[in-house]
C-alpha cells in the first residue's frame, strides 16, 4: 500500500541545487521573515490586481452588490489556499513560490457553461476538473499528445477572439442600440489605461515592467476621477463596506449538477490548466537551479495534484477555477526571491484579505474602462502568444490544415451567430462557443493527421552534397514531427560540422547512413559509417588568433581546424558519443527539444 500511495501521490523530494547568479534566495532558502512577508505581499497585490477576470465572470452571470463581493472573497480564499499550499512540503505541494489565480481562460469557460445551464453546472463542471487533474498528474505524456504546440496556439487565439467584445464593449461603453454614440471619457480612461501598459512593457525594465498592470489600472482610476468617472459615490460604497466579514451570509454557492455538455469544456480547461501548469512548475524550477537540465517530474505531479484541490474548492464555493499566475513567475524573477516561505505569507495574506470587504468592494467598482483596456490588452498578448507557439514549430501540410481550419470553425462560430442559433440547450456549452469548437476540431485533426508519420527517417549520404541531402531530410523530418525550428537549424548545423571533420579526418571509407529519431523531449541523430569512430573529447582551450598570426606549416592548421569543429559539436549538441562496432563508425548526437 505504501509503494502504491507513492506512485499515485509522489512524496515530496528535492535534490541539490546551485544558486543562479541573479537570485537572492532559493525555494529551500529561509530569508527574514520580514523580507519573506514584503515579498508576499506584493505578490498578493499583483494577484488581486488579476481578479478583473473573476469580477466580469461574477458580473456576466448576474451577480451584483453583496454576492458579488462573496463570489469574489470566496475566490481570493481559493487563491491564497492554492498559494499557501504551494508553498508547504506535502504530497499535495510544489514546494515553490507559486501563485494561482483565476485566468481568462476559465473565466470564459465558466462564463459560457454557467449562462447556458446555470451556475450549478458551472461548479459541477470544476468539480470535475478537479478530478481530472488528479488524474492527469498520473499521465503527463498525455498531454502532449493532445496539446501539441498548434493545437496550444489554436486555444490561445481563439481566446483571444472571445475577450475582445468583452473588452470593447466595456473600454467604449456602447451601450445597448446601434444608435448609441460613443463615450468620450470611457474612450480616455481605457486608452489612458492600456497606454500606460503597453509602454511600462515596452519602455521599461525590472519591477516597473513586471508592475505594468498594476501602474496602468492606477493610471486609468486617476483619470476616471480626473473625468468625473469615478468619485464620491463609489468611494462612499467602499468607505461604508464592514471592516471585517466572513464570505457566506449573502453568497450561497450553487448545488453541483452534472450534464454531460458541460463536463465537455471543463475537461479541454483541465488540459489546459495542466499544460500551463507544466510551464509554470519548469519555469519556477529552472530559476532555481543554475545548472538545469531537465523537468521535475514529480514536482510538476504534485503541483498538479495541489492544483486538483483547489478546483474542487472552487467546485464547492461555486466560484472560478484557478491556474498557475505567469504575473506572479515573473515577479519572483524581478525580485530574486524564490523562497517558498513568501509563498506561505502571500497565501496568508490573500486569505486575510478575503475577509476585508472594502478591498474586494474597491476592485468590483473599478470603472469599466479600465477592465475593459485590461481584457483588450490580455487578447492583444494571447493572439500573438498563439501565433508564436504556432510558429515556433516547422508546418506542414498536415499541421497548416489542423491550426486553418480549426481557427476557421471556431472563429465561424463567434462571427456567425445564426449557425448555432437552433442549437438544443443542452448542447449549447458545446456547440455554441466558438473557443470550444475550434479546439476540438484542432484535437481531432491533430489526432488524424498524425496517423503515417514515422518517429524515425533515414536516408544514405550519397553524391556530392551529403550535407544538402542531410538537410532535406531533416527539414522534412522536422515539419511532420512539428519539431522546434530552433532545434532543427542546430541539427542541420551540427550534421554538416560533423560529415565536415569525418571526411577532414579520413576516418570515413564510404558513404555515411544518417538516421534521426525524435520524441517530444530530444532529437537523436546517428551517422553510421564505414570505417573508425573520431574522437570529439575536450582538449585543451585553443588561441586561434595566435595560430594564424604564426608560421606554423599547413598540418597544424588542418589540426587546429579540426578541433574547432569538434569544439562546435559539443556545443551544438547537447550529447555526443562516437563508437566503432564491427569495424563501422557510429557518431550519436543527441539535441534537447
Known amino acids: 500500500m505504501k509503494d502504491l500511495l507513492g506512485r499515485l501521490l509522489p512524496p515530496f523530494a528535492e535534490g541539490p541545487r546551485e544558486k543562479p547568479r541573479d537570485m537572492l534566495y532559493l525555494a529551500a532558502d ?107 498528474g498520473r499521465f503527463l505524456p498525455v498531454l502532449r499528445l493532445l496539446f501539441p504546440a498548434e493545437v496550444s496556439g489554436v486555444l490561445l487565439m481563439l481566446l483571444s477572439m472571445s475577450l475582445i467584445p468583452l473588452g470593447i464593449n466595456r473600454s467604449f461603453d456602447l451601450g445597448d442600440g446601434p444608435g448609441n454614440p460613443l463615450d468620450l471619457p470611457s474612450i480616455l480612461i481605457a486608452l489612458a489605461t492600456l497606454g500606460t501598459i503597453v509602454g511600462l512593457l515596452v519602455w521599461s525594465a525590472g519591477r516597473a515592467r513586471v508592475l505594468a498592470l498594476f501602474i496602468g489600472a492606477g493610471v486609468g482610476l486617476l483619470v476616471a476621477i480626473l473625468t468625473g468617472q469615478f468619485g464620491a459615490q463609489e468611494l462612499s460604497q467602499v468607505a461604508t463596506a464592514p471592516l471585517l466579514a466572513i464570505p457566506g451570509a449573502h453568497y450561497r454557492p450553487p448545488l453541483p449538477s452534472w450534464q454531460a455538455a458541460t463536463l465537455l469544456p471543463f475537461l479541454l480547461i483541465s488540459i489546459m490548466v495542466a499544460v500551463d501548469a507544466v510551464g509554470g512548475g519548469i519555469v519556477i524550477d529552472k530559476m532555481n537551479d543554475a545548472k538545469w537540465c531537465r523537468p521535475d517530474l514529480p514536482m510538476i505531479s504534485r503541483l498538479l495534484n495541489g492544483l486538483s484541490l483547489c478546483h474542487l474548492l472552487s467546485g464547492l464555493t461555486g466560484t472560478p477555477t484557478v491556474a498557475v499566475s505567469s504575473v506572479n513567475l515573473g515577479m519572483v524573477h524581478a525580485t530574486g526571491v524564490a523562497a517558498r516561505r513568501a509563498g506561505v505569507a502571500a497565501g496568508l495574506i490573500m486569505m486575510a484579505l478575503a475577509c476585508l470587504p472594502a478591498i474586494t468592494t474597491c476592485i468590483i467598482l473599478l470603472p469599466k474602462p479600465v477592465i475593459g483596456a485590461l481584457l483588450l490588452y490580455t487578447a492583444a498578448y494571447l493572439m500573438v502568444s498563439g501565433a508564436e507557439l504556432v510558429l515556433a514549430r516547422l508546418l506542414n501540410a498536415r499541421r497548416r ?118 520524441n517530444e523531449d530530444t532529437l537523436v541523430l546517428t551517422l553510421d559509417y564505414p570505417g573508425q569512430a573520431i574522437r570529439l573529447e575536450a582538449d585543451q582551450p585553443l588561441d586561434v588568433r595566435a595560430l594564424l598570426d604564426s608560421d606554423q606549416d599547413e598540418t597544424a592548421l588542418d589540426q587546429t581546424m579540426a578541433a574547432i569543429s569538434a569544439t562546435l559539436i559539443r556545443n551544438l549538441a547537447d550529447r555526443v558519443s562516437s563508437r566503432s562496432p564491427a569495424g563501422r563508425g557510429r557518431l550519436r548526437l543527441e539535441l534537447n527539444h
Open 401 to 518: 490544415a489542423t491550426v486553418g481550419l480549426g481557427l476557421v470553425a471556431g472563429a465561424a462560430v463567434f462571427m456567425v451567430p445564426a449557425l448555432t442559433a437552433a442549437v438544443p440547450l443542452a448542447l449549447k456549452p458545446i456547440l455554441g462557443s466558438g473557443l470550444v469548437v475550434g479546439v476540438c476540431c484542432a484535437i481531432l485533426l491533430n489526432l488524424i493527421f498524425r496517423i503515417g508519420i514515422a518517429k524515425e527517417v533515414a536516408c544514405q549520404l550519397v553524391g556530392p552534397h551529403p550535407a544538402e541531402q542531410a538537410r532535406r531530410l531533416l527539414e522534412d523530418g522536422g515539419a511532420d514531427w512539428g519539431a522546434r525550428r530552433e532545434v532543427i537549424l542546430r541539427a542541420i548545423l551540427v550534421i554538416d560540422e560533423a560529415l565536415a571533420i569525418l571526411s577532414q579526418e579520413g576516418v570515413m571509407a564510404g558513404p555515411a547512413r544518417l538516421m534521426a529519431r525524435f
Open 30 to 136: 529561509r530569508p527574514p521573515w520580514l523580507i519573506s512577508f514584503g515579498v508576499g505581499l506584493q505578490h498578493a497585490l499583483a494577484a488581486l490586481m488579476l481578479l478583473i477576470y473573476a469580477v466580469i465572470t461574477g458580473q456576466e452571470i448576474g451577480l451584483e452588490g453583496d454576492r458579488l463581493r462573496e463570489f469574489m472573497a470566496l475566490g481570493i480564499l481559493v487563491m491564497g489556499f492554492g498559494t499557501l499550499l504551494n508553498g508547504l512540503t506535502s504530497r499535495f505541494s510544489a514546494g515553490h513560490l507559486l501563485v494561482v489565480y483565476p485566468g481568462p481562460l476559465i473565466m470564459a469557460v465558466f462564463i459560457g457553461v454557467a449562462q447556458a445551464a446555470g451556475p450549478g453546472a458551472a461548479a459541477g463542471g470544476a468539480l470535475t476538473s478537479g478530478l481530472a487533474l488528479l488524474v492527469l
